[in-house]
């Protein structure tokens, strides 16, 4: 059974059941902006419209766009210019959590340390060696 919570757009009580954050109302009203945001980027003269330009024109959050993209219901293959915020720097990005150069750098970052894990590794183990053979020539 679900919980009844406030809606975070109209504050109307409604029954949550886990799957959507607002009420059916707001809800319905997000598909309406959704269908009129899909009318206008299936134009063809529209289809390369900037996020700036169809907030302009059609009114919709900018949240809901990203949102929207981050669904995959607005696929940036066909509307190149549609993306959502890289959770790192706040570029725009089509696929994942981070942009492609967020990527990069993590990915340097777990190489780097790989390495210095491997350095200790073998610095250790040679002290180990060092160490055992000390202890030979010292009896």
Same mark, same amino acid.
């Given at each position: 059974?679900?919980?009844?919570?406030?809606?975070? $757009?109209? =504050?109307?009580?409604? =029954?949550? =059941?886990?799957?959507?954050?607002?009420?059916? &109302?707001?809800?319905?009203?997000?598909? *309406?902006?959704?269908?009129? !945001?899909?009318?206008?980027?299936?134009?063809?003269?529209?289809?390369?419209?900037?996020?700036?330009?169809?907030?302009?024109?059609?009114?919709?959050?900018?949240?809901?766009?990203?949102?929207? !993209?981050? &669904?995959?219901?607005?696929?940036?293959?066909?509307?190149?210019?549609?993306?959502?915020?890289? *959770? @790192?720097?706040?570029?725009?990005?089509?696929?994942?959590?981070?942009?492609? @150069?967020?990527?990069? =750098?993590?990915?340097?970052?777990?190489? &780097?340390?790989?390495?210095?894990?491997?350095?200790?590794?073998? !610095?250790? $183990?040679? *002290?180990?060696?060092?160490?055992? @053979?000390?202890? $030979?020539?010292? &009896?």
């Amino acid at each position: 059974m679900g919980e009844v919570r406030n809606c975070p $757009k109209c =504050n109307e009580l409604f =029954n949550y =059941n886990g799957i959507r954050e607002i009420c059916s &109302k707001c809800a319905a009203a997000e598909e *309406d902006m959704y269908e009129v !945001v899909y009318r206008f980027l299936r134009k063809r003269e529209n289809r390369a419209a900037t996020i700036e330009r169809i907030i302009e024109v059609t009114g919709v959050e900018e949240r809901l766009l990203h949102l929207w !993209v981050r &669904k995959g219901r607005l696929q940036p293959a066909l509307f190149p210019n549609l993306g959502y915020p890289c *959770d @790192s720097c706040g570029k725009l990005t089509t696929s994942g959590k981070l942009c492609m @150069s967020c990527q990069q =750098n993590l990915k340097g970052d777990l190489r &780097k340390i790989e390495a210095a894990k491997e350095f200790r590794a073998s !610095v250790q $183990k040679q *002290d180990k060696g060092t160490y055992l @053979s000390d202890k $030979k020539t010292n &009896k």
